[in-house]
């Protein structure tokens, strides 16, 4: 399977930077801008992540060899799941009603981009 070589480059470069992050700084002297690039760069790499399992997915279950940009798309947005867990979690606000208001979000992003895309 060929995977898009931009997002497996991005995914290896986030990866070494969030252990880089995570080895040499601390959440209280990395700042608000070390925060945001944290997890700019976790959506990085759970992106690659996610559009790889997608891609393999396609290509077993549904015997589909090419994956169009509309899932690229739905990828994108699934990725997107996991990093709201992880806002909520540090804000000490994970239960079960939010882990369904992520979900019900989650899915209705994919609607939307079901009728639009």
């Keep these: 399977m060929k995977h898009n070589r931009v997002i497996v480059a991005l995914s290896i ?3 070494a930077a969030l252990i880089i992050m995570l080895t040499l700084t601390s ?10 690039l944290f997890f700019t ?3 990085i790499v759970i992106f690659g992540l996610t559009s790889f399992i997608m ?3 396609y290509h077993v279950a549904m015997r589909r060899d090419n994956f169009r940009n ?3 798309i739905y990828a994108a947005v699934i990725s997107f799941g996991p990093i709201m867990v992880l806002m ?11 882990i369904g208001l992520i979900l019900i979000f989650l899915f209705l992003a ?6 639009r895309a």
């Excluded at 959440?27 to 945001?36: D, H, K, S």
């Design 110 to 115: 994919e609607f939307l981009v079901m009728k």
């Design 13 to 15: 470069i986030g990866l």
């Design 27 to 36: 959440p209280t002297e990395i700042g608000p801008l070390g925060v945001l």
């Design 55 to 57: 891609r393999f997915f």
């Design 88 to 98: 909520a979690r540090s804000f000490g606000a994970i239960n079960i009603w939010t």
């Design 70 to 72: 509309k899932d690229y």
């Design 41 to 43: 760069t976790l959506y």
